[in-house]
């Protein structure tokens, strides 16, 4: 759903106030929010290296020592001990970062956590139209073409009830954050919304600046303010 750096998402709520100078003068997302582990896992890179002269401070590489470090171990295959560096440098960004998050965003049930959501999931002043289809999503609803009206938080407010977001960090593979939101529709049933953030190198490990990918885990359909366009029997769907 989305690609943003941790500062923005994380610090900035995605409200726009933070800029890349900002991120870039706070540091890579991992150094900052688990600064123990990063240099426990950096050291650990240095002594499996197959690339020379890798420096002790992984902020001082050149463009190709880094795009060399991010290569060193392919498709996630790390030797042992590295592997469990990297899980535990993981572990402790999830949970800082959760933590981070959680107090920005303030009470569960706060304004705040609820235009937080709506930034995640693009509802915004003016509504708008996703027509179209993808191999993976043609796969998972039966070969149907996604056709949804995006509301404005009026019509998500016509339709249901915001209760509150929680934020719960994993422990995965990668740092990665939980999303849910809780909802009464305006028929009194409860709905659950699911997201989740996964944060990571954007090139491979140590190789360029840490991302923050959005991913909706519920259908877009359940989503409040995604309205699902069903044209009537016998007419053309455009």
Excluded at 184 to 195: R, Y
Aim: glycine share 8%; net charge neutral.
């Amino acid at each position: 759903m989305g690609n943003h750096s941790p500062h923005a998402l994380i610090d900035g709520l995605l409200e726009g106030s933070l800029t890349r100078q900002h991120a870039a003068e706070a540091g890579d997302w991992f150094r900052l929010v688990a600064p123990e582990a990063y240099a426990d896992l950096w050291a650990m890179m240095r002594e499996f290296a197959t690339v020379e002269g890798l420096p002790a401070d992984p902020a001082e590489m050149d463009v190709a020592q880094r795009k060399a470090a991010s290569k060193m171990f392919p498709r996630s295959e790390l030797p042992p001990p590295l592997a469990a560096a990297y899980t535990e440098m993981s572990a402790i960004v999830s949970r800082h970062s959760a933590a981070r998050l959680n107090d920005r965003l303030g009470p569960l049930k706060g304004r705040q956590r609820e235009r937080f959501l709506w930034r995640l999931l693009r509802i915004g002043t003016a509504p708008y139209f996703i027509l179209g289809s993808s191999g993976k999503s043609a796969a998972a609803h039966s070969n149907r073409p996604v056709r949804l009206r995006i509301g404005t938080p009026w019509d998500v407010h016509q339709v249901s009830t915001f209760r509150g977001l929680r934020v719960v960090p994993v422990e995965a593979g990668q740092p990665r954050l939980n999303l849910v939101a809780d909802y009464t529709m305006s028929d009194g049933a409860s709905c659950q919304l699911a997201l989740h953030v996964e944060i990571r190198w954007s090139h491979g490990k140590f190789g360029g600046a840490p991302e923050a990918k959005v991913y909706l885990d519920s259908p877009p359909a359940h989503v409040p303010g995604y309205f699902p366009l069903e044209p009537p029997d016998g007419q053309f769907a455009f």
